[in-house]
């Protein structure tokens, strides 16, 4: 259904760090850097700065979740953004939205609500 999801930024050196870091700890690496403009990762998470010039904000209520491949893919992805500035919306931990969910919550640096997810079994 989805070709690519964007979040914006008003600190993209902070967010390459923090996002190299929390994908990174997911097993994606960024592919792409668009100079001063972004970067991008796997092909598909996009992290620009506004196109209109604008601030950057985080949508109340959107979340981007993510697929983990682990649990402790999920506790690394955690530990990994809050390391490098996100702050924690959500620690990892069962969740009932799915069965064997576990997931992790954080907002990035400049509030977009992001969650590592894995259903697989313990």
């Given at each position: 259904?989805?070709?690519?999801?964007?979040?914006?930024?008003?600190?993209?050196?902070?967010?390459?760090?923090?996002?190299?870091?929390?994908?990174?700890?997911?097993?994606?690496?960024?592919?792409?850097?668009?100079?001063?403009?972004?970067?991008?990762?796997?092909?598909?998470?996009?992290?620009?700065?506004?196109?209109?010039?604008?601030?950057?904000?985080?949508?109340?209520?959107?979340?981007?979740?993510?697929?983990?491949?682990?649990?402790?893919?999920?506790?690394?992805?955690h530990a990994a953004a809050l390391a490098n500035g996100?702050?924690?919306?959500?620690?990892?931990?069962?969740?009932?939205?799915?069965?064997?969910?576990?997931?992790?919550?954080?907002?990035?640096?400049d509030g977009t609500k992001i969650v590592a997810v894995?259903?697989?079994?313990?």
């Amino acid at each position: 259904m989805f070709t690519h999801t964007t979040v914006g930024t008003n600190d993209l050196d902070g967010a390459r760090k923090m996002y190299d870091a929390a994908l990174g700890a997911l097993g994606h690496a960024r592919t792409a850097d668009l100079g001063d403009n972004g970067s991008i990762y796997g092909g598909q998470f996009f992290v620009l700065k506004p196109a209109d010039g604008a601030p950057a904000t985080a949508g109340n209520g959107t979340t981007i979740s993510l697929a983990a491949p682990s649990r402790s893919a999920v506790d690394e992805f955690h530990a990994a953004a809050l390391a490098n500035g996100a702050t924690c919306a959500g620690a990892p931990g069962p969740r009932g939205f799915a069965p064997n969910a576990y997931a992790a919550y954080i907002r990035d640096l400049d509030g977009t609500k992001i969650v590592a997810v894995c259903t697989k079994p313990e």
